[in-house]
């Protein structure tokens, strides 16, 4: 049974820093593609960072760009989002998702979810 389990959210102030964890089991981690995506009140979900399998290409939309950073570690099956210079805009609830090999920016495209984590930025 594959399970992704994301951890880390919580609330910060504008200007902070959170480390997103997901935590991946039931598959074979090293062989697929990893995505952080978020939702907002309102609004669709959107893919942010993502990376694929062999970690050689990774994507970041362009309003986390230079503040986002996306990481994998094959090893523990584990995947992070570090988030710096944190925005009120940012306050979501973040997924982590998984695909085959390589990532997509259609978030329908990824095959397995975790619960999702809140994320609350205050200004």
């Known amino acids: 049974q594959v399970q992704l389990v994301e951890s880390g959210g919580g609330s910060v102030q504008a200007g902070g820093s959170l480390r997103l964890t997901c935590a991946a089991s039931?598959?074979?981690?090293?062989?697929?593609?990893m995505a952080w995506l978020r939702q907002a009140p309102g609004k669709e979900r959107e893919v942010v960072a993502a990376m694929s399998w062999n970690g050689a290409t990774r994507y970041y939309a362009d309003s986390v760009k230079g503040r986002f950073t996306i990481s994998r570690d094959n090893a523990k099956n584990t995947v992070y989002l570090q988030m710096n210079s944190l925005k009120f805009e940012d306050t979501a609830v973040y997924y982590c998702a998984t695909r085959p090999l390589v990532f997509d920016y259609d978030p329908r495209k990824y095959d397995y979810w975790g619960q999702g984590t809140q994320v609350t930025v205050s200004s």
């Open positions: 039931g598959l074979t981690f090293r062989l697929r593609a």
